[in-house]
């Protein structure tokens, strides 16, 4: 791989971040659409059923999970032997998946009490099988900061997953339509991945101790991690009748995509970036702390919103029948914000090769959630897990800082006050928001809801850009996220100049 100067590719990766984060919002905003149509044409009980055999398709994905992608990309010189046996492994990883999730079903069937969780459990395991068996050879687009194939992929495999969604829902209201949609779209994306990156299919694990390495504390580090993640809603199963559950699922997914749109789509280029200074701690550290310091940029701003505009954005969406779950999707909201600003510590630990990190993060949080969830849960239901959330996440994010004090030197009161500008940013957009809020609350009807929301977005994205940008003049124009952002606009507003001239 071509070892650009360290600046060149720190640029490189930003724009490949910043791309990856484009994209992403566009495929959330397909999956938000089909959330959206899926909501209104099926019942909270038929979420609730499709989310009980999700939750153990996770959990299992992650029993034989192995990071293919960022062990291709840390490896130097890459030979065939290494994509074979990428492609051998993820050949390996779908037998088992099959084997577990079908054994599973009828055991899984009779602890909730329903039949149907049979054939979804026997059907979801081909979604994780496909996502690990796309072409090897593609992972040379990520190693050169190359990101526009997986974007294109992306797009063009949540738009399949969307059109057969909605499809089905609309002709047979089934919850089938639900699973359907999380099994194509990975289907279709391994399957153009052989196009755009041609792969003749070979079997063999020659460089088998490439990828042995991360194994162990990896594969075990997600299974415990995905129990972490999914452990609420196997309990609430148990609890609580389909259709709350299908709330509290619901609002899951909706606080879940900020998330995902930011978070996911920086692993990659992130990994590389670091891999290429990780000998140079002071320049890492640098690093890590601006990538942080952005996350919880992008991360503040999306949940305070989504928390605070909970109620007339579910009225508008959704309709009636899910409001029950606005306190859900406020409270989920803000249990997420811890973890932006410890968001770059997986790529960061995969970069440096330390990744018994994850397993060690996942244990002690599975020690502190499993006898916190079960008593919360069977006392006070879904309250009860939110408060567990909201606990935890302080916790572990504290905790991750520690961690990451090692790895880089940086104190944890650095991690703690380095992003105070977007902090107090977030802050005085949540004022706007609670003067607004009031004015939201007696809109009704899909025009007068559509328009408000619209413009309170607006004066909320405004005053957060403003207060930023305000602050950041204010600290003197330190090196930053918001020193790209003001070059960028200025280049625009130069271009602008002169087409006009």
Request: hydrophobic share 55%; glycine share 8%.
């Amino acid at each position: 791989m071509n070892t650009a100067a360290p600046g060149g590719v720190s640029t490189r990766a930003a724009a490949g971040a910043t791309l990856l984060i484009a994209s992403r919002l566009i495929t959330r905003c397909i999956d938000l659409a089909t959330l959206v149509i899926l909501g209104r044409l099926l019942s909270p009980a038929d979420f609730g059923l499709v989310a009980i055999a999700m939750a153990i398709m996770f959990v299992v994905e992650a029993v034989s999970e192995l990071p293919i992608g960022p062990v291709l990309i840390r490896v130097s010189v890459l030979n065939k032997g290494h994509y074979d046996t990428a492609f051998t492994v993820g050949i390996l990883r779908a037998l088992i998946l099959a084997v577990i999730l079908c054994a599973l079903a009828w055991p899984i069937a009779q602890l909730y009490g329903d039949d149907r969780l049979i054939g979804l459990l026997c059907s979801l395991w081909l979604a994780p099988a496909a996502r690990s068996l796309g072409s090897p050879l593609f992972v040379e687009f990520a190693r050169k900061f190359h990101f526009q194939p997986a974007v294109a992929i992306e797009i063009a495999g949540k738009s399949s997953a969307f059109l057969t969604s909605v499809s089905l829902a609309w002709w047979t209201a089934s919850y089938w339509s639900i699973s359907a949609g999380t099994i194509i779209a990975p289907v279709s994306m391994a399957t153009i991945s052989y196009f755009v990156a041609p792969y003749r299919p070979k079997l063999s694990l020659v460089e088998w101790r490439e990828f042995a390495s991360f194994l162990g504390w990896s594969s075990a580090s997600q299974f415990v991690n995905a129990i972490n993640i999914q452990l609420d809603q196997l309990v609430l199963a148990r609890f609580i009748s389909p259709k709350e559950l299908g709330r509290f699922s619901m609002a899951n997914n909706l606080a879940n995509l900020p998330t995902q749109v930011v978070i996911g789509q920086v692993v990659t280029p992130l990994v590389a970036a670091f891999s290429h200074i990780r000998g140079d701690k002071r320049r890492l550290a640098a690093a890590y702390r601006a990538s942080a310091v952005t996350m919880v940029a992008i991360g503040i701003p999306a949940m305070i919103g989504l928390g605070m505009i909970a109620e007339p954005a579910v009225r508008l969406v959704l309709g009636p029948k899910w409001l029950e779950a606005v306190p859900v999707l406020h409270w989920l909201c803000i249990a997420a914000i811890p973890y932006f600003f410890v968001s770059t510590l997986g790529p960061l630990s995969m970069a440096l090769g330390q990744t018994k990190v994850f397993l060690k993060l996942s244990t002690v949080e599975f020690l502190l959630r499993l006898p916190l969830t079960v008593p919360a849960v069977v006392y006070f239901g879904i309250t009860g897990a939110i408060a567990v959330r909201l606990g935890l996440a302080v916790i572990m994010t504290i905790y991750s800082m520690f961690i990451i004090r090692q790895l880089t030197g940086l104190s944890v009161v650095t991690q703690l006050v380095g992003p105070w500008r977007p902090i107090a940013s977030g802050m005085i957009m949540a004022l706007a928001l609670s003067l607004l809020g009031g004015w939201m609350s007696d809109l009704h009807g899909f025009l007068p809801l559509t328009i408000g929301l619209t413009v309170v977005v607006g004066i909320a994205a405004t005053v957060y850009g403003a207060a930023l940008f305000l602050l950041w003049q204010f600290a003197g124009r330190p090196d930053g996220f918001e020193t790209k952002i003001a070059v960028f606009l200025g280049i625009c507003v130069r271009k602008l100049i002169a087409l006009r001239g």
